[in-house]
């Protein structure tokens, strides 16, 4: 049996960091709807009815199996669908197909259930991109 070994930390509501052997994963997101960016390189997202201990997980990307020095084939994105909600159309426009002129800020100020979501990303990706002053504004 293997031995496995991890801390997780509550950064703000509904954001979680994860520290473990292969790496720091992050977890944004609540009210049934989580996305996560596992240590690993994978990005999953969590689906469920709060409070009832039923979800349903989704693998967007990466993979553990894969090893990072032999890239696989992209994944295509999923699209929302007809029925989905117009805050996560929004999101994929404009993280995925970049097709909107809108920024995470504009999302957040138009679709206030998620704007702790699209903060936290925008923030993500501004210390991902090196603005460490935005990333701790958002």
């Not at 920024?103 to 090196?130: I, K, S, W």
Request: net charge positive; hydrophobic share 35%; charged share 15%.
């Amino acid at each position: 049996m293997g031995l496995r070994l991890r801390k997780s930390f509550k950064l703000a509501p509904g954001v979680r960091m994860t520290v473990s052997r292969s790496g720091v994963g992050y977890s944004v997101g609540g009210g049934g709807v989580r996305v996560t960016k596992r240590a690993g390189g994978g990005l999953s997202r969590t689906i469920g009815i709060p409070g009832s201990g039923i979800t349903h997980t989704k693998s967007l990307g990466g993979s553990r199996s894969v090893p990072r020095s032999a890239p696989g084939p992209s994944p295509s994105p999923v699209k929302p669908g007809l029925t989905a909600p117009g805050w996560e159309k929004a999101l994929y426009a404009v993280l995925v197909t970049r097709s909107s002129n809108k920024t995470l800020e504009q999302v957040a100020a138009d679709h206030a259930n998620v704007r702790p979501l699209c903060m936290t990303l925008d923030g993500l990706f501004a210390y991902q991109g090196g603005d460490h002053a935005r990333a701790v504004t958002c």
